[in-house]
DNA sequence: CTTTTTTCTGAGAGCGCTCTATGAAAAACC
DNA sequence: GGTTTTTCATAGAGCGCTCTCAGAAAAAAG
């Protein structure tokens, strides 16, 4: 009895039926605390009993907040759903967005060609209260379409221009940094790298860790050992062949797809991982506990980064814009067996990074 | 200067900017056929200079279209997102709805909680335009719902009733028909299944058409060579433990995600892969191609049916619901390295496949 | 017991758009 | 040239809800 109206139901009816007016039900549904417990129970019983929802339209008509989100995702899908990367992020946003009973949808393109099209209907209709982009190219035209049109946003990842943008990210400097050091302390000499893309600041912030790990050991930067991947199975495997040529001993892989793919180039050439070669990934996504062998890397905490962007996008709709919040997490090495670890206990304390997944610094700039 | 306009822009503004009414407006943005030329032009000009577009909210409320659908996947996400089916799928559909100006809005639930109140918010709030389900579950409390609600619906795979209920899917008798008769064509004595989980009409289905490739070949169906998973990596190898006590020299995996479990099962016991037991999966997601050995598989058109899905989904928005639409594509047998290829050309012609994609039968009920 | 303050409900004006009914102008017909 | 059709823009009534404002009733104060 509680639904299946043949037709819907209207606040009007249910006014009617509880003998009050449309405001009062109004009241009821947005906020009970305002109406007098009698006619409160008087309402929410009609309520009950026909299973009354309000036409989320007419709502979202006069109120200017429909409780839906946007989730952008610049790149075209072929790419993103290569990697377990955004399915994870998918989870943890949809995560906070049930928690807060929010609707997500979902904006991709599957073409550059989408692109206009697809910004304009998410942006164009007034429907979003806000949305959730990731942060995937270094160009993104969506920046000072998002700051014209006033529409409360939130990044994961670092946008190229965070004066004006909040955004959540992990600490990707810091955890190429640990991935490189770790290397190096393991006795390595050889230490390359396969980078990300060129043009994300994923790509640019991993890669930068690794040269200052490089340098703060004093090692000088070898720019033979640095090859750009663009963080697929593929490209990974491309990079190690180019690498090989330049005989490395161990490899800082900036995503774990990557390493996998330059793992089977490693061992084409008739090399061992790690005896012939070490490896080191980035995410820590399922794969790489289930690898052969488990893959060392650094963990990443993806899903809590959607459900936090969730959380920030909601404060900015609640306190406006103002400074744009700037959350960024930390990562963890888990060290597991491409990295060769016997040597890893070295003197002056232990080398393993503490488990710190649950914290963060939350910085304004 | 196509858009940024500090406050948002009405109909009625532009109305008054082109020196026209507001309906006239509106009958440009909605049907331009049904005005003059001029008026037409006019109208049309102030659109393009101020980037005017309708606010979806109040043109939802009025024609009681919104052009958004909702896809809804009624299991926990940490299971849905473990296997690279839904995502794939996901791409399908927003494809689609890319093609057709359609929005797309995700209801993934977290905790079987979220069940009921993602229910609501996604059917109760006369938003959507329409759902695609997919069919995971033999128990759906959603079918009854929507029925009741009569809010359009396409499922994706076959729903438990699908005498109401639209829906696209594979033909997943036939596909494990085709696989299972591969592996006995192959001279395999002892063929073996891990299926999917029996509350899954995909998973009833598959086991079905291995039962009856046996049986048409007179072998005699033994239950301990039938062991039930559920379509997860974890399941494929911990039922692969349970088969390999009863030595099958072939097994058929109802998802190519169970066939990496097994093999990795059959590899720890000391086998080999085809050499002791030939395995088959079914899926052909694109790790398939690239697992070491390369996966032997059933190739179903996942994208093609969320593509289709939308397709169906859209007629039915047209139409109305008539009598449900019931689309079957075919699966495809795809030969690579996990069943032992040397003898696969028996006489009597060629056992492989015609690679189908693009044909569907489209049958009603 | 009257006046002031507080608490709540109801009336009514939108929110921005669609769509039917209406009527004016243009085209077609006799 | 007058009448009937056809074409096409406009007026205006909603769609279902929120929210401000005013006023009635109840509580507090004098």
């Known amino acids: 009895m509680a639904n299946s109206p043949g037709k819907k139901l209207t606040l009007e009816q249910v006014a ?11 009241r009821v549904v947005n906020n009970p605390a305002s109406v007098s417990p009698e006619y409160r129970a008087r309402v929410e019983k009609v309520i009950a009993d026909t299973g009354y929802q309000p036409n989320l339209a007419a709502r979202s008509l006069a109120s200017r907040r429909s409780g839906i989100i946007g989730l952008i995702i610049p790149s075209v899908t072929e790419f993103v ?10 989870e943890g946003i949809s995560r906070a967005c049930n928690l807060h009973d929010l609707t997500l949808t979902l904006f991709l393109f599957n073409s550059q060609d989408d692109q206009e099209r697809l910004y304009r209907r998410a942006l164009g209709t007034g429907l979003l209260d806000g949305v959730i982009v990731t942060a995937d190219k270094l160009v993104d035209p969506l920046i000072p379409e998002l700051i014209a049109r ?4 939130v990044y994961v990842g670092r946008p190229p221009d965070s004066s004006q943008t909040s955004y959540v990210d992990v600490d990707n400097v810091s955890g190429a940094y640990v991935a490189t050091s770790h290397l190096i302390r393991l006795g390595y000499e050889r230490v390359a790298t396969i980078t990300g893309p060129m043009d994300s600041t994923a790509g640019i912030d991993r ?3 690794y040269i200052k790990a490089l340098q703060e050991r004093g090692r000088k930067v070898d720019e033979n050992l640095i090859v750009e991947g663009d963080f ?26 990557m390493a996998f793919g330059a793992i089977r180039a490693i061992r084409e050439a008739g090399l061992r991982v790690p005896d012939d070669v070490a490896i080191i990934g980035f995410d820590d996504l399922p794969p790489a506990m289930r690898f052969d062998p488990p893959l060392t890397t650094i963990r990443q905490p993806v899903r809590r980064n959607g459900m936090l962007a969730v959380e920030v996008l909601l404060e900015l709709l609640e306190m406006g814009p103002h400074p744009p919040r700037h959350l960024i997490l930390t990562t963890e090495l888990v060290i597991r067996s491409t990295c060769g670890g016997i040597l890893e206990s070295g003197p002056g304390g232990s080398p393993r990074q503490q488990p710190v997944e649950g914290s963060f610094s939350d910085q304004r700039s």
């Open 207 to 209: 890669r930068a860790g």
């Open 81 to 90: 759903f290569a990697d377990p990367y955004y399915p994870i992020l998918i």
């Open 232 to 257: 697929s199975l593929d490209s990974g495997y491309a990079a190690m062949r180019q690498l090989l040529l330049h005989r490395p001993d161990a490899v800082f892989a900036a995503s774990d797809t």
């Open 150 to 153: 006033q529409i409360p946003a």
């Open 16 to 26: 009617r039926l509880a003998g009050v007016s449309r405001a009062t039900v109004s």
